[in-house]
């Protein structure tokens, strides 16, 4: 994307192009400078939303939740008192402190929002492309995995997303290619949504854009690569060139002590003993990637393709 459109990537950016194109986002503010105007605005927010139980402080420039930070309101709303809870923050990742978190946000800004706690949340995403002739191009759609201390933090993602909101999370991220577009982005480009069912209907709360290739793109891109098939925009549903249904798994974090001192050649001869790798006479199994850092730091990346949802959960289950 050109560089001088970055900041349309931003969390602060994002919220502004949310607001342009007409989606419900939560509730919260952006371009937060400093620690001050953090207390300031965890207050103001708490008087929107009374009784709000937490918050979460975002740097305006992160990838896989590594910058948010979760707020628990103090019994007290004073500024004294937020001030001093600010040093209670729970991490997205690991040594993170607020001394480092406050200098970043003095570098790079961030925003505070409310914490969307509820039960059955889910957090999917929608992939498009706006190609150099102004066309906005759907991608493809995905369910997050999200873990980690906070439950933030990117760790996966399965093919498609649920199909009782996924043509209403395609129709929502269509308006925000809009706006991306009018303001001159071309570029590959996710949006990042919560979902949860309310009073018998699916509510979709916009929370970021990705201005960038994310951890959804590879797994897809592979599975055209393997299979020669294409996404259907009516259903968002993906075909093979037979005009098989396929869906997927995967995860480029998949992470244990036990895998290291695995060569590459160990993880392939184990896999070919269970018949996981990707047949492509039948166009399902795994395909692992990022090898490369297996026997040292006991990572990989795979990607489970079964015929079904559920074939390829289990597939990747069994992988792992």
């Known amino acids: 994307v050109d560089p001088d459109l970055l900041d349309w990537g931003t969390k602060s950016g994002s919220r502004k192009?949310?607001?342009?194109?007409?989606?419900?986002?939560?509730?919260?503010?952006?371009?937060?400078?400093?620690?001050?105007?953090?207390?300031?605005?965890?207050?103001?927010?708490?008087?929107?939303?009374?009784?709000?139980?937490?918050?979460?402080?975002?740097l305006n420039e992160s990838f896989a939740g590594a910058g948010n930070a979760i707020f628990t309101y103090p019994e007290e709303l004073d500024d004294a008192s937020i001030d001093e809870a600010l040093e209670r923050l729970d991490w997205g990742t690991e040594n993170e402190s607020s001394e480092v978190f406050f200098w970043k946000i003095e570098r790079i800004g961030g925003i505070v929002e409310e914490l969307v706690e509820v039960e059955g949340v889910r957090s999917p995403s929608v992939q498009l492309r706006i190609a150099p002739t102004g066309e906005i191009l759907l991608v493809s759609t995905h369910e997050q995995l999200l873990g980690g201390s906070t439950g933030q933090r990117y760790m996966g993602c399965s093919f498609p997303a649920d199909g009782a909101y996924r043509s209403v999370l395609q129709r929502e991220a269509m308006k925000v290619g809009a706006v991306l577009r009018d303001k001159g982005v071309i570029s590959r480009f996710g949006v990042d949504f919560l979902t949860w069912k309310e009073g018998g209907r699916w509510r979709c709360s916009a929370i970021e854009i990705n201005l960038r290739m994310g951890g959804t793109t590879f797994p897809f891109l592979a599975l055209e690569f393997l299979t020669s098939g294409e996404l259907s925009g009516e259903d968002g549903l993906f075909r093979t060139a037979r005009g098989d249904e396929k869906y997927y798994?995967?995860?480029?974090?998949?992470?244990?002590?036990?895998?290291?001192?695995?060569?590459?050649?160990?993880?392939?001869?184990?896999?070919?003993?269970?018949?996981?790798?990707?047949?492509?006479?039948?166009?399902?199994?795994?395909?692992?990637?990022?090898?490369?850092?297996?026997?040292?730091?006991?990572?990989?990346?795979?990607?489970?393709i079964g015929d079904s949802p559920e074939g390829a959960r289990d597939l990747f289950d069994q992988t792992v």
């Open 17 to 58: 192009i949310f607001r342009d194109a007409g989606l419900e986002l939560p509730e919260g503010f952006e371009d937060v400078a400093n620690r001050d105007d953090v207390v300031r605005r965890l207050k103001d927010l708490r008087e929107k939303r009374p009784g709000l139980r937490r918050a979460v402080i975002k």
């Open 249 to 304: 798994v995967a995860t480029d974090a998949l992470t244990s002590d036990r895998y290291r001192g695995l060569l590459p050649e160990d993880l392939i001869e184990l896999a070919i003993e269970d018949h996981l790798l990707f047949d492509p006479t039948t166009e399902t199994g795994v395909l692992f990637h990022m090898i490369g850092a297996l026997s040292e730091h006991g990572k990989l990346g795979l990607i489970a």
